[in-house]
């Protein structure tokens, strides 16, 4: 087999190097010299700090340190994989971001409802405003002018004025400020204004005043007055980032819904506006762009600085020492891992993506498997308890996405994985230390012990009982052969519709729905199978196909258990497995398992509507929005089969092979299957998505019904953001439904 290399950016070092225990202990101290010839002090300030493990720092002198260090990561393995360029370019469009739109917020923006308290804009003379400050914009910005994007062209201007007008306003005060060059910025801007025949008779009395902090204030005005006018009254600010604010928080009201009567009962809903068109198994949230990702890292406050980042630590009564429990009863434990969050986000925001993954990485190694749609521990114990969170799910995610679709992005995790500096408790993978480990579950619990028990030198064999399709041995290498390095993410990226369920993962393979990008367990899984010390086997259950005698005969030096549960839930429930009833996890199993909702699937799947779920947890959301999208799939694969058996051997034959129910249930799915064939064709010719939501409630949808109400169900206290989303795909909530009997 071809031997594949990547040639390094840091002298001496060697592809082959970064799997090398040994190599990566040098790699450490290259990194040391690096730092060194940057910053002494840093280095020796960080060199205590490993020495001692923070035992003599406080928690915000050890966040300070990990803040200040993790720029220099990012630099070194940008260095390392040659795309400095890039790397620094994704820093910059970050840090523009940053110093137009949320400066605009932060100067302008927030503190408008102060400075116009009880103001009427109507009795403005608005068009006279809305002028005033296109003027400005075009003869003082005239760059910012031609800027394509809105919400950027406005920000460019009003984060400068902001700025300058905080800075001149400081200086009134006779506080020193570090703004730096200002007076050669306004002089700039006056000469601009002047040039301009038409601004420069808008503008003339102010730029009559030789004052620069009297020009500014007046031109801050103009800035601002535009701004009211606009959050007042401009639909086109509506979806700008700069004019959104945290909303107050309701723990009674978390989601909203509209109330529809079914006669005996009533039923939560989603909001018409906000309904949202499902077609199959496709990946169903894309995430947060960078823009909104940014807004989040931009409402954070930093608590670290503090040491009161309680999305990380919990929130601790101080008198008692324990968490708090919040109003729905949630102990607000913060993140589980205790990743450290809000030095992750302030690095995010200087704009180093990769610094920020390494951060991540101290304490949440198999972060592809955390974040957005998984786990939500730190939003609770966020310190905004009153208004909306920090969304800290959207930004970790969006850390890791930056990261693996830069060039050499899964080099680049997979590196931080087994080498990290800011890691002082295990900066580098252990060599082999002779021992070894059986783990039994490839799910979260299991890969993650995997990863730190090789991380610690030991030999590593997982099992799943069920089934793991091999990875390429190409991409894993071997024993002989270098696994071939990922220049694109993209080359991976499988569609989660067509991608051929791996196993690996467990319940984040079988039990979570297309909301979660499944290609995440590829990147771990990948990660783990090139690790020389580990192997995986599937279908090997442990106690049947594989005892604890027999590991122990294998050589085994010790076995860890990371199965769950391990079998499914047996429901004490009469009748339970009579047809027309399923469990929720065996559903969800079948039909991620059997692939059920390919069209090249044969797997038998049926489900009728209208189809009601029995439930309150985040299982029974996952499986009503399932059922709900599944149904459209299912009755159009029937249809199309059913017409191409027909074409081939004709009607009279395919029937015979129906009895008299089959056939009413087949004539059933067929007037359905075409009913979506047709809204397909409609939705084609007219350019959009297909809109099968008013069919499938038009025969019966999908309602879940649950025996308390909705605000005492698990899933709301747990995770009402799943509800939100569950309701904008078109179920149905019923509360207070006990089953009888
Ligand atoms: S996410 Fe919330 S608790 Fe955490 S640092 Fe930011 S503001 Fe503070």
New binding site residues.
């Given amino acids: 087999m071809e031997q594949h290399n990547l040639t390094l950016g840091i002298p001496s070092f060697t592809y082959a190097d970064l799997y090398s225990s040994a190599r990566l202990k040098d790699l450490t101290a290259a990194f040391d010299e690096s730092i060194k010839h940057h910053d002494t002090d840093l280095f020796d300030r960080f060199s205590a700090y490993r020495e001692s493990q923070g035992a003599d720092l406080s928690p915000e002198q050890q966040s300070e340190i990990v803040v200040e260090m993790a720029p220099f990561v990012g630099q070194f393995v940008a260095k390392l994989f040659n795309i400095t360029e890039q790397h620094q370019a994704q820093g910059n469009k970050i840090k523009d971001e940053i110093d137009t739109i949320f400066t605009y917020k932060n100067e302008v923006v927030e503190k408008l409802g102060v400075y116009f308290k009880g103001q009427d804009t109507s009795e403005w003379p608005v068009p006279a405003i809305l002028n005033r400050f296109d003027l400005l914009i075009a003869a003082g910005f005239p760059e910012a002018n031609a800027d394509p994007d809105p919400e950027h062209r406005v920000a460019r201007v009003g984060a400068v004025i902001g700025l300058l007008s905080s800075h001149y306003k400081t200086l009134a005060k006779g506080k020193a400020s570090d703004y730096q060059n200002a007076d050669e910025q306004v002089a700039a801007l006056r000469s601009k204004l002047a040039a301009h025949d038409l601004a420069a008779a808008e503008f003339a009395e102010l730029l009559g005043n030789n004052d620069d902090g009297e020009l500014v204030a007046g031109l801050m005005d103009t800035v601002q007055r535009w701004s009211f006018i606009a959050q007042q009254d401009n639909d086109i600010v509506a979806d700008w980032l700069s004019f959104k604010f945290p909303g107050k928080r309701d723990f009674d009201s978390l989601v909203a819904h509209e109330t529809v009567d079914r006669g005996e009962f009533s039923t939560w809903m989603g909001e018409q506006e906000h309904r949202r068109r499902r077609d199959g198994f496709k990946l169903t949230d894309p995430r947060y762009n960078q823009r909104q990702v940014l807004s989040e890292v931009n409402?954070?406050?930093?608590?670290?600085e503090r040491d009161?980042?309680?999305?990380?630590k919990g929130m601790r009564n101080k008198k008692t020492n324990t968490f708090k429990v919040d109003p729905l009863g949630v102990t607000t434990i913060g993140c589980p891992l205790d990743e450290k969050?809000?030095e992750m986000?302030l690095v995010k925001r200087r704009g180093d993506n990769i610094g920020a993954l390494a951060v991540i990485i101290i304490d949440n190694p198999m972060c592809p498997g955390t974040g957005h749609r998984i786990c939500n521990e730190?939003m609770k114990?966020?310190?905004?308890q009153k208004t909306d969170?920090?969304n800290?799910p959207e930004i970790e995610t969006s850390v890791l996405t930056d990261v693996l679709f830069l060039p050499y992005g899964f080099e680049i995790y997979s590196l931080l994985t087994r080498w990290n500096p800011l890691n002082v408790k295990r900066p580098y993978m252990l060599p082999y230390n002779g021992k070894n480990a059986l783990v039994v579950g490839l799910g979260p619990a299991g890969y993650t012990m995997s990863h730190y028990l090789l991380n610690e030198g030991f030999g590593v064999a997982g099992i799943d009982g069920l089934k793991l399709e091999p990875l390429p041995v190409e991409l894993t290498g071997d024993a002989n052969t270098l696994p071939m390095p990922i220049v694109d993410f993209n080359d991976l990226y499988e569609d989660l519709d067509k991608r051929i369920l791996a196993g690996f993962g467990g319940v984040a393979e079988y039990g979570i729905t297309v909301r979660w990008d499944k290609n995440f367990l590829k990147v771990i899984y990948l990660t783990l199978q090139r690790r020389a010390a580990f192997r995986s086997y599937g279908g090997v259950r442990f106690g049947g196909t594989i005892t604890i005698e027999d590991a122990w005969k294998l050589g085994f030096d010790h076995i860890c258990i990371a199965s769950g549960a391990g079998q499914p839930t047996v429901i004490d429930l009469k009748n339970n497995l009579m047809r027309g009833i399923r469990k929720a996890s065996d559903f969800l199993m079948a039909l991620q398992l059997t692939g059920a909702a390919k069209s090249s699937s044969l797997a038998n799947l049926q489900v009728r509507l209208p189809a009601g779920v029995i439930g309150g947890g985040l299982t029974a959301m996952d499986t009503a929005t399932e059922l709900m999208a599944y149904y459209p799939v299912q009755v159009e694969k029937i249809k199309h089969r059913y017409d191409t058996l027909v074409a081939i051997h004709g009607v009279d034959k395919v029937r015979t092979r129906y009895d008299q129910e089959e056939s009413l249930i087949l004539d059933e799915f067929l007037a359905h299957g075409a009913a979506i064939i047709a809204e397909r064709e409609r939705a084609a010719a007219a350019d959009e998505d297909p809109d099968f939501q008013p069919l499938v409630l038009a025969w019966g949808g999908v309602t879940l019904f649950y025996r308390k109400g909705i605000v005492d169900a698990p899933a709301y206290r747990q995770n009402h953001e799943e509800i939100t989303k569950a309701l904008e795909e078109g179920i149905a909530l019923a509360e207070g439904m006990s089953p009888l009997g």
Avoid at 381 to 384: F, K, S
């Fill in positions: 409402h954070c406050i930093y608590c670290h009161t980042d309680s999305c990380s969050i809000s986000h730190c114990g966020c310190i905004y969170p920090v800290i």
